[in-house]
């Protein structure tokens, strides 16, 4: 099946409507690049949200393929801009928050942030769906990952969509690419001619996932989609475990969350 075949099929799948006002959040990379190329194609109802992280011309680079993408496909974009907002950028945040609390990795700080800014922006533009461009190989690494950890919990809220309905507050979030494998998108963002930063954020060093991904590099897109399916098959176990947790707002922000304060504030106090 080709590219287009499955993101359709995907689409089936997470049943979404063209009426329905989308976000696409644009890192800048392929993948994004692909879900906002191919919403938009299918007549869907979206517009772009990009957070700027202040680093420098990667930053840069990464802005101005998503202006001159936004600009081909005739999509609205928002911009959010970290230092503006927080006053410094990503990097001096995560140095600053490392220096206190050893231990906690690159990525795993500006996901958190990141995915805080994705909701709470999302709910300001009252969007119904977020969609992200999180592909087969992502989501396999982070299930193995959460295995690995010995919390296949974490991996409660993996899926094509995520409905968190403990929660209004909490935006859906989809991933139209959550059964094409990296490779795949690749070619297809090449092929299309896409305004693309192909170069990898110069702080994504988080060397366990780097481990597992070439571990899982080695492996055939067979078993990326395997490892998919026993996620798939065991949702509804992994669940139970999760449906024990109670939601909070967080007392310093509002914002959902599982503790009374939130990963994020946690991370930024
Ligand atoms: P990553 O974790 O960097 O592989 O990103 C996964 C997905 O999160 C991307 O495909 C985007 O949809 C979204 N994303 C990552 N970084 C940003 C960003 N700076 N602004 C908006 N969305 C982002
Ligand atoms: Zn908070």
Same mark, same amino acid.
């Given at each position: 099946m080709n590219l287009e075949k499955k993101f359709e099929e995907t689409l089936k799948k997470i049943k #979404? %409507? /063209?009426s329905e006002k989308i976000l696409v959040a644009l890192s800048g990379g392929k993948d994004s690049a692909v879900v906002a190329y191919l919403l938009k194609k299918g007549g869907y109802n979206i517009e772009g949200l990009h957070i700027? =992280? &202040?680093? &420098?011309k990667y930053s840069e680079d990464c802005l101005k393929k998503i202006q001159e993408l936004c600009r081909n496909l005739k999509i609205k974009l928002w911009v959010f801009e970290v230092k503006k907002e927080f006053g410094n950028s990503m990097c001096y945040i995560r140095s600053k928050i490392q220096a206190e /609390? !050893? &231990? #906690?990795k690159n990525c795993a700080i500006c996901g958190v942030i990141k995915k805080r800014i994705l909701n709470k922006e999302a709910r300001k533009l009252e969007v119904s769906k977020i969609a992200t461009g999180h592909n087969l190989d992502d989501e396999a690494q982070t299930f193995l990952i959460n295995i690995f950890k010995g919390s296949? $919990? =974490?991996? %409660?809220? %993996? &899926? @094509?969509?995520?409905?968190?309905? !403990?929660?209004?507050?909490f935006i859906t979030r989809i991933k139209p690419?959550? +059964?094409? @494998?990296e490779k795949e998108v690749k070619a297809y963002a090449m092929k299309m001619k896409l305004?693309?930063? +192909? $170069? /990898?954020?110069?702080? @994504?060093?988080?060397s366990y996932r780097i481990q597992i991904r070439n571990f899982l590099e080695k492996e055939k897109t067979r078993s990326k989609e395997n490892i998919i399916h026993c996620l798939e098959k065991l949702k509804n176990k992994v669940n139970e475990l999760k449906s024990l947790e109670k939601v909070f707002y967080c007392e310093n922000c509002g914002e959902p969350s599982?503790?009374?304060?939130?990963k994020s504030c946690e991370l930024m106090s």
């Open positions: #979404i %409507s /063209k700027d =992280l &202040g680093m &420098g /609390k !050893k &231990g #906690i296949p $919990e =974490l991996s %409660s809220n %993996s &899926g @094509a969509i995520t409905q968190n309905k !403990k929660d209004k507050k690419l959550f +059964y094409i @494998a305004p693309v930063n +192909y $170069e /990898k954020c110069p702080c @994504a060093i988080d599982r503790k009374n304060i939130c």
